[in-house]
């Protein structure tokens, strides 16, 4: 059996609902391995983080893991990481346990029998002997007669001997929730006010299945109450169903935690949800919507948090930069807000240029490793950290360094002779400058920035060149791009030897015969 929760016993006092920030909060994810952590769960994540830190309280991760078809190999492990990634430590947990675990509901099935037997007892669900054959014929009905789906109640009120009998004969079943037939509920959302709907648009929806495992609104429900969590934070689309959620509650004459359902994410174009299953694996373009992809092109965690931070969220009308322990201090529930929010891929570009800003050299050094790695170059630390400077301010993502700094490691361009010409150039200017350029770096003996500067502005003087002329034959045969680190600093962490086997070969490509 569960441990003792850190609230009341399942059927004790009424836990006190937390909705003041300074009372310890604890919240919970509880994300189902049926697919990959995308930016939707992430922000959930975020602000359940968030508000469990900010009060001292407690974050949980709950692996929501009953509807075994949908069950996907290795994505539990793959939302950890991701969660990992971005920071967000769980306090309890599958791996790190905890008081009232476990934390993988297919290891609480007994648990939720037992709730749901609570219910039964109670008269507030019953068992349901219907086939699915029957069921289907049910709903055919109903569409013909264009009514909406639902259980026509024929196992309702089935006598309590033939249930008995039934049940101990052994016969399939499942268990549904009686739901009340008349008057309304009242559903109070933290962001929207109180949710009013008539009990007869709701269905006897099913708690228990066949297979004796139980469904979200028996599971989730029980957990988060025997795992006394005080804010459910969760998403928009459990909005239809949280009328029922507080009827369940009712039922078992609970207390209700603070809900809060989220806004929802629209696709960039501001038109329709963003879709995450299936053909949503990439939205409008060809940006991910899930966090690893993001990882693999090249964003920060700091920069992945600052934007889905503000995707629901904001501290005032100007105030967009925040670290993670800022927006511990800053978040409160309080200013999240329900309009739906368009992914805005550029605002992400923005966050990750001034996350990279931030970083030290030797952080960014680190940072970028594993990119030139993916990209087959060999580097070292001390590499990487004299080139940081250098990338600093230039990259929107470490992946664009290696675009732009992979010629530090790289030998095997080989330009071509038109780009060794720059507009406005001959053939045979190019040469010159470049043949002027050895002569200097190989009379200075070194490449020290300003005696090097000052000697090739002169012979570009003395050539009749720009001096700019003179620099881009230089960075295409020294770097091969048109575009690259600042030339001379670049130049100087390549070292003499290279830099002028670089510059000798393209002299080479300009003096063979066309
Ligand atoms: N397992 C549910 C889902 O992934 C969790 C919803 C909730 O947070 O209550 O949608």
Redesign the pocket.
Known sequence: MNPAPPGPPANGPALPASNASTSPARS?????P?GRLHIG?AR?ALYDFLLARQTQGQFLL?I?DTDRKRLVPGAEEEQREALEWLGLAWDEGPDVGGPVGPYRQSERTQIYHEHAQLLVRGGNAYACFCTPDRLAQVRQEQQKKKLPPRYDGRCRDLPAAEVHARLASGEGHVIRFRTPREGTTTAVDLLRGPITVENASLDDYILLKSDGLPV?HLA?LVD?RLMGITH????S??LPTFPLHVLIYQAFGWEQPVWVHLSIFLNPSGKGKMSKRGAGETVAGAMSIQVLDLRAAGYLPEAVINWIALMGWSLDDHTEVFTLPELVQAFSIGRLNASPAAVNYSKLDHFNGIHIRTLSFDELAHRLSPFFAAAGLGTSQDQLRRIAPLVQERIRTLEEAVEIAGFFFRDDFTPTPAALVPKGLTPSASQRALERALEAIRSLGDLEFEPLEARLRREAADLELEPGQLFSVLRIAVTGQAVSPPLLPSMQVLGVDIVVRRIERAIGILTLPV
Not at 28 to 32: D, H, L, Q
Not at 232 to 235: A, E, H, I, M, Y
Request: charge should be neutral; hydrophobic fraction near 30%.
């Open positions: 919970r994810f509880a994300p189902s049926t769960g959930t709950r929501e979200y989730a988060d459910v934070l969760r998403s689309e459990w």
